[in-house]
């Protein structure tokens, strides 16, 4: 079954499997199996927090040096077409619409889920315009998430939280062997800053080359630039595009990746030019223009929302900082609100219109029990964006945060707001 539109390609798939998640590799890889494989070096992202930085930063290297690229994230903010990028550009509606038809002729009568049938179609995309290095952000854990089907050259695990602990398992060490299931033996694995034992002790379990951070790589800072450390090497790189300290440990990641990789040559030129020019949306990023500053990030989790509020902290504002929230009912909200009481000098609740969206009224509760007292109670996160900048002054800085359909809409709001549109670049 072929769709015109891209738009009825995301309906059909959406509906083709009576679960959203269905983790697994038995249906997906039989699928794969049928289909063009990627032929390129692959470098698996997974971990909490972090991967979708890491993922847009080992991008943005590559690009530089002159390699041909296919990126895989997700969920996208706006676009789908956002999830996959070619050459750092997303691709076109019509791209995905050849891709998912090919994943439907694949697959048959088998069942697969919106992020499967995406993922086989990203995959067939990258093969099909003969990319160099592959980059894919895992979605959901690791062992068991569709983009395991391939066989990573080099594995990264960021961080480990207690997020999706519905699906992966109750504690941070459990959550951690899930997500060291993107390690094969013989291969680089590389282990973040913020990740549990358990993920050390699962790549000595399957033979991986265990890559360290603190024992094997470490960064250090200084005020206008920091410095990564390796066995082979000590750079000294400009700070990356992304904002945020946190975002050092997610740079000394992708290098450690890097520099494990096999057969691509990164220099220092290539590596500083890449940390200049990374691209990430909804990662602490700060709209352009006058009046109050204005920030993005998608923090959804206990583990962001503290890194936010240490961002928040570090990078001050004269006048007061006002978040404007929506988020899941399936996150953790009391101790994402509890992370950020002190943050904040307003808060302005949005509902969010999905079967998992939370209402304001539920957010409310929420916060009060977390010991404070809401600014207002919003039906959707563009209502809420336009109170906290109606009452913002210019020296004020206002904040959206909780997930990425929260995001989303202001980012949406801005693109309508410039006449922006379209659906990305021809690949």
Not at 109 to 135: D, H, K, N
Request: charge should be negative; hydrophobic fraction near 45%.
């Amino acid at each position: 079954m072929n769709h015109e539109t891209l738009q009825e390609w995301l309906v059909y798939i959406d509906r083709l499997h009576s679960h959203a998640i269905d983790l697994g590799l038995q249906r997906v890889r039989a699928v794969y199996e049928g289909m063009t494989p990627l032929s390129c070096p692959v470098i698996t992202v997974g971990g909490t927090n972090g991967k979708g930085s890491t993922s847009a930063i080992l991008e943005s290297f590559y690009r530089a040096a002159g390699y041909r690229t296919g990126a895989y994230f997700s969920p996208h903010l706006i676009r789908y077409n956002e999830r996959v990028r070619v050459n750092a550009e997303e691709v076109t509606d019509e791209a995905l619409c050849q891709a998912f038809a090919a994943v439907e002729e694949a697959r048959d009568a088998t069942p697969l889920t919106y992020f499967e049938f995406g993922t086989l179609a990203a995959l067939w995309l990258f093969a099909q315009t003969g990319v160099e290095v592959a980059i894919l952000e895992v979605g959901l854990g690791g062992r068991l998430d569709a983009v395991n089907i391939v066989d990573a050259d080099v594995a990264v695990v960021v961080s480990v939280g207690t997020d999706h602990k519905d699906w992966l398992g109750p504690d941070r060490e459990t959550i951690g062997r899930e997500k060291a299931g993107i390690f094969r033996a013989g291969r680089p694995a590389i282990i973040g800053f913020d990740v549990s034992e358990s993920v050390a002790r699962e790549a000595h379990r399957m033979n991986a080359r265990a890559v360290i951070a603190r024992r094997d790589f470490h960064y250090e800072e200084s005020p206008w630039a920091w410095r990564f450390l390796s066995a082979a090497r000590a750079w000294d790189l400009p700070y990356p595009a992304l904002r945020g300290r946190y975002q050092l440990a997610n740079a000394s990641c992708a290098l450690a990746a890097a520099e494990a990789l096999p057969g691509l040559t990164l220099t220092a030129q290539d590596v500083r030019a890449g940390l200049q020019a990374v691209r990430l949306a909804g990662r602490f990023q700060t709209l352009p223009g006058p009046g109050p500053r204005v920030v993005l990030d998608v923090a959804h989790n206990a583990e962001a929302a503290h890194t936010l509020a240490l961002t928040l902290n570090e990078q001050r504002v004269a006048g007061r900082t006002l978040a404007v929230v929506g988020m899941f009912k399936d996150k953790p909200i009391i101790e994402v609100f509890e992370a950020l009481r002190g943050s904040f000098d307003g808060w302005f609740l949005a509902s969010l219109d999905d079967p998992r969206g939370a209402d304001a009224v539920f957010l409310e509760a929420a916060l009060r029990t977390a010991g404070v007292t809401p600014d207002g109670l919003y039906d959707d996160p563009v209502e809420a964006y336009t109170a906290a900048l109606g009452c913002a002054r210019d020296d004020d800085r206002v904040v959206v945060f909780g997930s990425f359909k929260t995001v989303g809409a202001i980012l949406a709001l801005m693109q309508d707001r410039r006449g922006g549109g379209g659906g990305g670049r021809v690949v």
